[in-house]
Nanobody, 125 residues
Framework: QAQLVESVGGVVQVGGSLRLSCAAS????????MAWFRQASGKEREFVAA????????EYGDSVAGRFTITRYNPKNAVYLQMNNLTAEDTAVYYC??????????????????WGQGTQVTVSS
């Protein structure tokens, strides 16, 4: 059974940085696209970032482009989200997600069907 477990988020000040990690098990991580989504209170889930199975292609949501970076380390079945220059609008529950269609060469945002439990990130002033 596929499982994604995010690291504990936390509280960070405006302008600060935070790195989230996600550990995958029960799926062929080496061939899976990985992504991060987030959902702020009272809002719809929002795409944050995604990375193809080989790490070649990355996509970012407009609100985080240039501030967030998604990476992966296949030997550890892990994906990371480095978040810099955080603002109050980044406060949300962050979810790790996997697209387990093997070796998809591009990112399809609707194909991420395996989800972690989410981790809270709060940016305070």
């Amino acid at each position: 059974q596929a499982q994604l477990v995010e690291s504990v988020g936390g509280v960070v000040q405006v302008g600060g940085s935070l790195r989230l990690s996600c550990a995958a098990s029960g799926l062929d991580f080496n061939s899976a696209g990985m992504a991060w989504f987030r959902q702020a209170s009272g809002k719809e889930r929002e795409f944050v970032a995604a990375l193809t199975w080989n790490g070649v292609t990355a996509e970012y949501g407009d609100s985080v482009a240039g501030r967030f970076t998604i990476t992966r380390y296949n030997p550890k079945n892990a994906v990371y989200l480095q978040m810099n220059n955080l603002t109050a609008e980044d406060t949300a529950v962050y979810y790790c997600a996997a697209d387990h269609t093997s070796f998809r060469p591009f990112i399809r945002r609707t194909a991420f069907t395996v989800w972690g439990q989410g981790t809270q990130v709060t940016v305070s002033s």
